[in-house]
């Protein structure tokens, strides 16, 4: 497996993803696979339970230039590929090096290049129309994280549906809600007198942070005591999105955290009246499947593959209307049966996406791909 992009704590959800993946798989022992694991060398120390169930190959770098890294998947990981003959290589970063000489098998975590660019650079985005159908067509076989992906694949890129693969994410067995107390400490650490709402994410475009902000105008004019709580990065749409928070006369009422400890977050999805997610593109959905594994209801935008995540356990909004946003939060804030109800739903909805049942769905994936490989390899 190519995890040469994972530059470990310096791409986000993705290196979640993968080695939780991997985890399960270790865990899985497949009859008839072995798997060889192609990393930089900071994953040692960052992953090194994976470093011990697996055969490792590392490359020498920290891997924070990019183009060094590009350029040694082409050199020296085709090469060290023939060397130890693998059946195939897995490309779990999404792109398939142009040199290479084992089959493949790559995982697409979406194609919001191609369906929705508005979030991206010229240059960046010159690059990904380029480099994703050449990816697609050179791999045996396809990866989603979701339905939706899939269908993107088959539908922007050509791809027949027999050459994709839903791998789904899963939710941290470990997950529990946290303590009353640990949901007291941060609503003293970042100062939430009342009910919150929380919308975690970086603030690009799609992110639907004017949304959110623009229906929690009428939420806080009913309730003033609640509060919007805006967590994660700076992106492209910060100064937008602040802007409007002062242009609305929201700056009491909305927390911008940045991005917090992972215990803190825990607690604020813990002790929120409900998710706020109104992202117009998401190849799964992450946030919102941790949400509902918290108890937490869900509010989130009807688009893309959230409605495949949640499903009938939230509810789902049109995401750029902020009149029907203000009026979903409100309902969960009026009405303590339905947030009962939805909190029950979204447990029961999380519980079906588990690690063992992604790790299930990658090995058969790679069975599939390797039934037309040549066999005459030892791993993977």
Not at 25 to 52: M, W
Request: aromatic residues 6%; contains cysteine.
């Amino acid at each position: 497996m190519n995890l040469l992009w994972l530059v470990p704590g310096e791409v986000g959800g993705s290196e979640e993803y993968a080695t939780r993946l991997l985890r399960a798989v270790a865990a899985d022992r497949p009859a008839g696979i072995e798997l060889d694991l192609f990393v930089l060398r900071p994953f040692l120390a960052a992953h090194p339970d994976l470093a011990e169930a697996f055969t490792i190959h590392v490359l020498p770098l920290a891997g924070r230039a990019k183009p060094v890294r590009v350029l040694a998947e082409s050199t020296w990981l085709a090469a060290a590929a023939r060397t130890a003959r693998l059946d195939l290589v897995h490309h779990l970063g999404g792109v398939v090096p142009p040199v290479r000489g084992t089959p493949a098998v790559v995982t697409i975590h979406d194609l919001q290049p191609l369906d929705a660019p508005q979030s991206f650079s010229r240059t960046k985005l010159a690059y990904l129309r380029a480099v994703l159908p050449r990816t697609t067509r050179a791999a045996r076989l396809v990866c989603g994280v979701s339905r939706f992906t899939c269908e993107s694949v088959v539908r922007l890129l050509g791809i027949p549906p027999e050459r994709v693969a839903v791998v789904p994410h899963g939710i941290d067995p470990a997950l529990a809600r946290p303590p009353e107390s640990e949901v007291e400490r941060v609503r003293r650490t970042y100062d939430l007198p009342g009910p919150w709402f929380l919308t975690p994410a970086i603030t690009y475009p799609h992110k639907g942070h004017l949304t959110v902000v623009r229906a929690f105008r009428a939420v806080h004019a009913s309730h003033p005591d609640a509060r919007l709580v805006l967590a994660g990065g700076e992106g492209p749409a910060e100064a937008e999105v602040m802007a409007a928070v002062e242009r609305l006369g929201l700056r009491d009422a909305v927390r911008r955290t940045g991005r917090v400890p992972r215990s803190d977050l825990d607690a604020l999805f813990a002790g929120a009246t409900a998710l706020a997610f109104p992202s117009r593109y998401e190849g799964f959905g992450a946030p919102a499947l941790e949400a509902m594994a918290l108890g937490t209801p869900v509010v989130a935008a009807r688009a893309t593959a959230l409605p495949e995540v949640v499903g009938d356990a939230g509810i789902l909004v049109a995401p750029d209307a902020p009149d029907d946003w203000a009026a979903a939060l409100m309902r969960l804030l009026e009405d303590p049966d339905l947030h009962r109800r939805l909190a029950s739903a979204g447990r029961d909805r999380a519980a079906t996406y588990s690690w063992d049942r992604a790790a299930g769905a990658q090995i058969d994936a790679w069975r599939r791909a390797l039934a037309g490989a040549p066999g005459q390899g030892r791993r993977r």
